[in-house]
């Protein structure tokens, strides 16, 4: 550990990255600790119960918690789950991923294409594992290639929703019905935590008005941020308030 590092196990707490060596990916494995204590005792599951939900409600919930879904959502953003599965990477790598971006943003709009947007990138791809094959991963350049790695934390970071306790809110109420759209698979930490900004370490790239929640009055344009395709052309939108 402490060759490939320069950092020793023991201090492993106050790790320090090291320009040139391995940096340390921190990961949630308490959901596969528990599963291995309980692995000994084998018994049968018992059979789900029937759901008594409408079939309406039924099939939207399924169709929000499709962890299959999720996957090839992240999948087409060259996430690399193998490395890091679903409900693995902690919230403090994601949001190490977001300062990441945020470095790369200010060397794109100060033009800095040199070894600060290398290191940076690096930083990225280390923080939030992608899958390239034996390519190299791409310097990000333009502030569309960040907003799309944008896209994929939020994807990521509701992630965790799917495998969390739920627990109810109380509902807060505004004058106006109107639209709000997002990725099928944002809805589940939409739920659980409602609409929320964007964290202070993300980039402000992306966003029209700077970081907020948006809405329309118009259904069709709430719809575009859906990113529905001829291929998967099930989205929701959602009618707020």
Not at 63 to 74: D, G, S, T
Not at 76 to 84: G, H, S
Request: proline share 5%; with cysteine; net charge positive.
């Amino acid at each position: 550990f402490s060759d490939k590092t320069k950092n020793d196990w023991e201090d492993r707490a106050s790790f320090t990255k090291v320009q040139g060596k391995y940096d340390l990916l921190i990961m949630d494995y308490k959901a596969e600790e528990n599963d291995e204590v309980d692995a000994p005792v084998k018994e049968e599951k018992p059979a789900k119960p029937e759901s008594k939900l409408d079939c309406r409600v039924r099939e939207l919930v399924e169709l929000i918690c499709n962890v299959q879904a999720m996957e090839e959502a992240l999948k087409e953003m060259k996430y690399d789950t193998k490395k890091a599965p679903l409900g693995k990477l902690t919230t403090d790598q994601i949001k190490a991923g977001y300062e990441a971006l945020k470095k790369i943003e200010s060397c794109i709009s100060k033009g800095d294409y040199g070894n600060k947007l290398v290191k940076a990138c690096d930083e990225f791809y280390t923080r939030i594992p992608h899958c390239f094959g034996m390519k190299r991963p791409p310097l990000l350049r333009t502030n569309e290639e960040v907003k799309e790695k944008l896209e994929l934390l939020e994807v990521r970071k509701n992630a965790h929703w799917f495998f969390g306790s739920y627990t109810i809110q109380p509902l807060l109420y505004s004058q106006m019905l109107l639209w709000h759209g997002s990725r099928l698979t944002n809805w589940a930490g939409i739920l659980k935590q409602g609409l929320r900004i964007a964290p202070p370490e993300a980039p402000v790239t992306g966003y029209m008005f700077g970081k907020g929640i948006y809405f329309a009055d118009m259904s069709s344009k709430s719809a575009n941020y859906c990113f529905a395709t001829r291929s998967k052309n099930t989205g929701l939108v959602l009618l707020s308030e």
